[in-house]
């Protein structure tokens, strides 16, 4: 806190290693609550450098990977942290057994909005593990696995419910989004604020990682807006490249005809209702996604769209892994 704390002109970021030291100890249980909070106030205010989100990152990764990790587990990483008050459908979701239909193995984590993602979840089949452990055994049978934050990283969930305190995010809300807790090959995020698409970028590759895709988000989940012009912030083989694409032209939304929206929401997946703009954003969330595993070029999005349309219309004829 001296160090990031004092007035202007004597302060300074803190390094890799510093931020690391101090979430470790804060993670360990063995900080003063009145310490935890003006640390994060003081980063969240000034803002944080690419090194004090790594240094936090690491830390959290040491706490719930105690033990030992193992090697990677999954192909890719695809957080999944919504607002609470977020009304949004998870179309994203479905994108995901999708690519895990084509033979990926997908891990999500996030926290609950409300409880529709784990709804979602719950509703379509995706399995929910509360360990690393569990996790892994879970990719072994199948493609694809949820894993809620409060699960494998209680003391990050419980600094993530700090907010009704701050009336603010914090350090933490970035954090998580790189958590990776099975070392995934790859990284799908979304993030909602601009000036930290880029910050994310960069502490990814202080991580190590040199494959993975930043969508713009206003809810912190990779979710494609096909109707919107968009810019995706990408790794590929370390390489820093940015991905624009134009606004497609809008179709009509259908009314979910007295259905609930989790109701609807299978209704698509199921086939009994029919709706162009949500089977479009689950087709370019996941040639996103497929890009993004196969570290393919800015140029080959079509065909990967290709891809993801054929994945979309044969998704109840494939015979899943066990």
């Keep these: 806190m001296a160090v990031v704390g004092r007035k202007s002109g004597n302060s300074r970021p803190l390094t890799l290693a510093e931020s690391q030291d101090a979430f470790a100890t804060i993670l360990q249980g063995d900080a003063d609550p009145m310490q935890v909070g003006a640390l994060l106030r003081l980063l969240s205010y000034r803002g944080e450098t690419a090194a004090e989100l790594a240094g936090l990152v690491r830390a959290a990764r040491d706490s719930f990977l105690a033990g030992g990790a193992g090697g990677t587990a999954a192909d890719l990483d695809w957080p999944a942290y919504p607002s609470p008050r977020s009304l949004r459908t998870p179309w994203f979701v479905q994108s995901a057994l999708l690519v895990a239909d084509a033979g990926h193995r997908v891990v999500m984590h996030g926290t609950h909005a409300g409880g529709r993602l784990e709804r979602a979840v719950e509703a379509i089949g995706i399995p929910v593990a509360l360990s690393v452990a569990q996790a892994r055994a879970t990719l072994g049978e199948r493609n694809i696995v949820y894993m809620p934050l409060a699960g494998f990283g209680a003391r990050l969930q419980g600094l993530m419910s700090l907010y009704p305190l701050f009336e603010s995010r914090s350090s933490v809300n970035s954090a998580v989004h790189l958590l990776n807790p099975l070392a995934a090959r790859t990284m799908l995020l979304g993030v909602s604020q601009p ?37 995706m912030h990408r790794l590929v083989e370390g390489r820093p490249v940015d991905l624009m694409t134009a606004a497609q032209a809008e179709p009509l939304s259908q009314g979910i005809g007295g259905l609930t929206s989790l109701e609807y929401w299978m209704a698509v997946w199921s086939g009994a209702a029919r709706d162009a703009r949500a089977t479009e954003t689950i087709v370019l969330t996941a040639a996103l996604a497929l890009m993004t595993i196969n570290g393919a070029s800015n140029e080959e999005l079509t065909s990967y769209r290709r891809m993801a349309v054929e994945l979309w219309e044969r998704r109840h004829r494939r015979v899943r892994p066990r």
């Design 195 to 231: 000036a930290y698409r880029e910050l994310h970028r960069d502490t990814a590759l202080l991580l190590g990682h040199g494959d993975l895709s930043i969508v713009a988000s206003s809810r912190d989940v990779a979710e494609c807006n096909p109707f919107r012009a968009m810019t």
